[in-house]
């Protein structure tokens, strides 16, 4: 397991202090029942956090964060998993604001950065195409030099909070003759441009989290991109490694196991059987949970080292997310006949549950299980992991 140093072991407390005494109770309340989150609900924790100096700690302080180590970063994440706090929503501070003080121009910087941090300008990220997901290379949405502009025409399929985002980040073709990662460009798009349609996509929780983007001549000043033209598939394989810290997401898999043992304490709607049944694959998840915090701390403690192999990211994603799949399984499963009764209204109005019953407390399990299962899909499909492990280790 990870040793803390001691001012490692501090930094752990005063992030669980600042957490315990101001995240808001209807905000934990969502989290803890796994009700759907509005952008409104992230955006007032990610002010409070900010206003701690928790949030964009990872940022160099010369673009306003803390020069946080990875480390400092997963106890943060960590904590806020584990208090109830709503997962970081990644598309500005972790993966745009890093790409900006990286490879952007001083103008990008002085124009989008503070306003990340500040969670005033929200962001979404089109990269995926109908006929470019796993294959992202083949992407054929267009921009084509016209001036000072780019005209963009085509569509991004599963832009994840499009209809919540000022702006977006994306990946167009600006050359179809060579290499195909060689035609690739990284745009900043102001979602307000003409041009632009969002059509929600209901998944099959019944809730809107995901679009299709549907660009019609829509420009864009060149000033908008960022390194150089045929820059953008370095610049994408940068954002997406960015992300290593949060992939496994053990805080919240550990509150999860932690209401699964509370649930079959309390449940008087089983057996002694049942309950022997559900204790033993309880125990199960414990145990692949357990083995995932030791895998994911020694990857972390290794890449604040600075020693990372190209397949390690993967390892975690594909384990985290079977395991997160299995305890969606699990939770409803303890729910017996009441799974049924999935309510999604009341998942999506979140609504303070006083005097919550069985049914209303098995639909937030019901959320978890159906929105779960597109965690083994997005971010690079598990299937797609495994060629990448297969490839770094059969390698060797
Ligand atoms: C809810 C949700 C939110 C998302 N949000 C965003 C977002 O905000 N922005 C964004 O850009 N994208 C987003 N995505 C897109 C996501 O990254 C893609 O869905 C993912 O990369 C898979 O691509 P695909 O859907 O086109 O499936 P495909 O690539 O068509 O794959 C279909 C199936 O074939 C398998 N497969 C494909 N190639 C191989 C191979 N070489 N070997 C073995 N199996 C293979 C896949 O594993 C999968 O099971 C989101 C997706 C979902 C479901």
Redesign the pocket.
Known sequence: MMQLTAAEKTFRDEVRGYIHANLPADIKHKVMNDLHLKKGDHVRWQNILREGGYFGGGWPSEHGGADWSPVQQYLFEQENALAGGPFIIP?GVNMVGPVIYTFGTQAQKDTYLKDILDNRTWW?????????????ASLKCSAVRDGDHYVINGT???????HYAEMMHLLVRTDDSGRRQQGITFLLLDMNTPGITISPIT?IDGLH??NQTFFDEVRVPVKNRVGEEGDGWKIAKFLLANERTAIADTGSKSRAVASMTRLLQQADHLDAGARFHFSERLARIDFRLTALIALEQRLITQWQAGSQGAHEASVLKVKATELQQDISILFSDLYGPYKAAYNVDRVNKGEFMEAATVADAASGAGHLYL?GR?AS????????Q??IIAKSMLAQ
């Open positions: 598309y979404c990220q089109g990269y995926s195409e109908p006929n470019a997901g796993s294959d992202l991004k399929m599963w832009t994840t909070q499009a998944t989290h995901t929105y597109c899909i997005y971010g690079g499909s598990n299937q797609v495994r060629n």
